[in-house]
């Protein structure tokens, strides 16, 4: 039997454990696979495009344990009533290939990007962060809010959306949790002061929510929406006012900001900083942007995580996904009408 | 909700159904499937290669449709314990990205191999074949014997294997059920009188199961076994008796018996052949042989099969696999504490 969280249950155990802590828990598995990040089976990903939207499989493996996740990205899809982003994901056991685990993804990803933002944040940004500049006030808003809070001690938001609701549904959401929230008038408004800036804004599309004229020294960016081909966030220039830092070169070089700039523009693999082979920021006044795309093994944490913290709870079920027949090479008996109906 | 089938249900399904029943069924979506072979993205699998075995995700999608098989390929599993192959995939509707259907897929992809194998000999075998030998008495022998009974009418076995207690596992399994098996004594034997040869073996090498001059006239050769690099059962000799029919050529030419032979050996794909665009046999003399490796466009078949076909039984459960905010952009409000636990 494998064990499955589904959606319900991936609520419920989120609820109950609460966001943060939560968070807090992932950056651990995060760190931790960072660390060993040359031991992995790092697969690109395998899309297929249509009109509508891209469907991915996302794989990747150690010598001990496979996972994917099951995504797509249909950006039309909110204004039909449905998630721009579904995804579930499965973990398996490299000795015999057989599954062992399945969760639902679309709250997990939500959870596991904004751990990731935050793992990032804790080395890159500086240490005395007070405030947090939210540019794009969707689904990914307040998991990276709660995300900066648990690394960071960041409580002071201030936020931007071209859409209203979106700001106050993020208010609502936040308010009552204990955040300072400032709604500004305008992206130029928004990043003013600010010392971490998270752009994660929707539009399929090269937009341009920032200039380089409006980032400051100091700061930390987090670019997460810039994320496939032709989409993108920024400003080319911003991309030459510090370092910028990556997960996976060949993924971000075309699915990423720096999609935008030449073949040889130069970054650094952010798991080289967490292992020491690679300098952080490396003074109070320096911009160290964040290209974040979302890379297999980020998943492969996230599932890793909620396996071990489920564990041991009510938070999974058990699912009926490998045939045993008692002869292996006698799958046959299963399904023969003589046989025994229970298996 | 997506529908669900688990290992139980699939297997109760079988036997309530039938095999046959199954098969027969499964062919004309197959037929459907191939006739519509141009309409189909088709990715290539990505494996996931370890000392151990490999895993692979096996994605394809029409304009309408997306389907994907997980599945592990472990040739040292049986002597563990475990099934050499296991299997799962799943449906989506391409529209939204959302996952419509799961299933187990060990017996399934079972049930494919048959189905497709008796799909092509349907067009490939002559028409007054009688007698099916088989080569290799695993996993997927009677589900062969089945399928070739289904489409052929043919219920006369010869059958071959180096391990006698699986000649005996299929005599137990098959007798009773009518058909008249004779247990031979080597691979010569074994295909000497026999219309239709199915070799089907798994050890995991380039062997030589069988040789050019026990290939008689007239008959038709469906070589399974042969189906990832390094691994082949015929001598390279006998596919320069005849035509050899494939499925997807890119595939094959790594992964079937024609691996061994150069670059532009000439093959004809099989939709063709169903279509009526390429000639299948040509006299009853001539020898066919149809190298099949397996491939995407099969399990999605399968899939879309089972999942019409237990349309208005029991034979599915519903499971809880997308996450569904009232507000899109309000994924959070999911798992906020305050927020009521029933989603």
Redo the contacts between chains.
Sequence with gaps: MAR?V???TM??W???R??EDIITGMIGYLEEDFRRWESF?K?PR?A?H??????E?M?T?T?EE?G?K?V???PS??V?????V?A?G?L?D??????TFLA?M??LT?LRTAATSAMVAKQLARKDSQTLALIG???Q???QALAFRAALGIDSLRIWDT?PA?ME?LVR?LE?LGFTIEITGSAAECVDGADVVTTCTADKANATILTADLIRPGVHLNAIGGDCPGKTELDAEILNLGEVFVEFPPQTRIEGEIQQMPEDFPVTEFWKVLNGTAAGRTSPEQITIFDSVGFAVEDFSALRYVRDAVDGTDFFQE???????E?????????????P???
């Design positions: 499955f589904d959606v319900r609520v419920r989120a609820a109950d609460g966001v089976d697969t395998v297929s249509t009109s509508f939207g891209v469907i499989l794989p493996s010598e496979y994917f099951y797509n990205g249909h899809n909110p039909r009533g449905y998630q721009t579904t579930f499965m398996a490299v000795h015999n290939g057989y599954p639902e679309t709250v939500a006030c969707g689904t808003s307040e998991f859409d979106a549904k959401n009552p699912i009926d996904l490998i045939a045993s027949p002869n292996p090479k006698d799958l046959f008996s299963l399904v023969s009408a003589a046989a109906l229970a298996v």
